[in-house]
């Protein structure tokens, strides 16, 4: 998908097209009061108030005939400076501009508006030079918006477009976003019966149905296994705490407006827990422990709640409460290195397993000026920095470091996605942290019987289950491979009068053999069965008819397929149960 603004011409020509879109919502909606029109990564947008009246996805087309009527006015857009108090009068009757004219320093170059015909917009601009020039565009949808992203304001409509410089960029883009809608996790979701929401439980709370179920275990034991199998302890801990926990690790002074409200109980008060890291702080000083024990990694895939605007939720993507797979690693500061490339190793073996090639390293850093957000130690901060540095300069990793994206508690190794539609997010990550073993006093022995704090590396190879699983099904398009797959064979007989005995014979033949395995044997027409077979996007369907029945065989097809390849039952058995244990991908 392309990103308007590395690309100067364009970005111009979208903000541009946001000023046509807010010049046309003048013809159309008399009294209109704007906020702010930007391009955006994928185009542009524009905030606006207009009353009582709401519009529709079915009034974009009427919004675009008045833009293109507006554009072949060919109206110069021109640049005007005005002074503070020059703008406050002209846009008086805008309090959304009266705003942002408001708040702006007196000390900042003069106040700059773009008019083009009978409109005026507050703007720093760089705008194409005529209307003309807007040609290719198109409204791609309404949603709402809270006035300055804040719950507590007004909620604003907000109209999303694309423009480019010629018809065939936008019919390859509006394509490319058709394909992103087919790949879109919510879509998928509700076509292979992975999860449902309901307003009624609550938003952002996904509830996962069998199949979700399924894929969700075959996640969690993959990767609890690979854990184990590197020396994990896997703990279970409660999904509340005590606030004094909170404040104890400091996440209630940096964190609190991410947690669900406090609850009192007996004269106690508890939060719903947004993070794991001060649960295993108190396991791990549970005991004394010498510098011969480290490293210790506990691990846990736990439940965990934390408070997004509505506005943010998004399928199982973004929910108010999900399953990480966390881990916290104790460590001595020399054990650093070779923990966190173990890490960055178990990262890259689960993605090259799953078929995950696009993604991208970040190291996420403090803003040494942001004196709020961060806990005040310099050394600690340029130690632990210069730390992971280090460790990625030796891997050989490429990465872009990020100023002001660390946790407030130390530096942090984030793994990139884009799914198919959205922002970028952060799939898997590692962080280094030396505050909070100091925060919970804890120490092990070293060498020569002094107290020394050891050093806690954070991480979660899937940052959570559910995030994971909306970013593979969007990837796959939902057709997993067959280890992960819901239903793994589905039996299907030519006739379910005459073949349903030997259809059920080999589906009891796979049930025994612990393959997911489904038997379609309804009075329907073998088509119709076929069909709902490849709409769930089942990896085998194995079609028996007389000829299967007389010589014990199967016919099998592969999803996507309509070759059909015949082979005894043994195998048949042999051929899925490889497939399933070396987790092949399908293609």
Known sequence: MINIKEDERLFKLNHSCAHLLAQAITHLYPGAKFWVGPAIEEGFYYDIDLGDEVIKEEDLEKIEREM????????????????????????????????????????????????????TDLCRGPHVDNTKEIKYFKLLKVAGAYWKGDSNNKMLQRIYGICFDNEEDLNAHLQALQEAQERDHRKIGKDLKIFLTDD???????????????????????????????????????????????????????????????????????????????????IYGNEIHSYRDLPIRIAEIARDCRYETSGSLKGIERVRTFCQNDSHIFCTPEQIEQEFKGVVDLILEVYKEMGITEYKFELSLRDPEDKVKYHQDDEMWNNAENKLREVLNDLKIPYVEKIGEAAFYGPKLDVQVRPAVGNEFTLSTCQLDFCLPAKFDLTYVDANGEKKTPVVIHRAIFGSID??????????????????????????????????????????????????????????????????????KVPYTLILGDKEKEAKQISYRLFGSQETTTVSQEEFVQLIKEEIKDRKLRK
């Not at 926990?245 to 827990?273: I, N």
């Not at 995030?467 to 030519?494: F, H, N, S």
Request: proline share 5%.
């Open 68 to 119: 293109k009527k507006c554009a072949k006015d060919a109206k110069n857009i021109i640049r005007h400076e005005l002074t503070k108090e020059e703008a406050l009068e002209k846009f008086k009757d805008d309090p959304y501009k009266v705003d942002l004219i408001s708040r702006m320093d007196e000390t900042e170059e003069a106040i700059s508006c773009y008019t083009q015909g009978d409109f």
């Open 200 to 282: 009624l439980v609550g938003k952002g709370l996904p509830m996962y149905l069998p199949n979700g179920f399924i894929l969700w275990n075959q996640l969690e034991n993959y990767i609890r296994d690979k854990e184990l199998k590197r020396g994990y302890l896997h703990v279970l801990t409660p999904p509340l705490g005590n606030v004094e926990l909170y404040k104890t690790s400091g996440h209630w002074d940096h964190y609190q407006d991410a947690m669900f409200p406090k609850m009192e109980v007996e004269g106690e008060e508890f939060v719903l827990r947004p993070m794991n890291c001060p649960h295993h702080m108190i």
């Open 467 to 536: 995030r994971t699983m909306a970013y593979y099904l969007e990837e796959t398009k939902g057709i997993l491979p067959t280890w992960l797959a819901p239903t793994q064979v589905i039996v299907i007989p030519v006739n379910s009068e005459y073949q349903s005995d030997y259809a059920k014979e080999v589906y009891d033949l796979l049930k025994k053999e612990d393959i997911r395995v489904e038997l379609d044997d309804r009075n329907e027409k073998l088509g119709y069965r076929l069909r709902e077979a490849q709409t769930m």
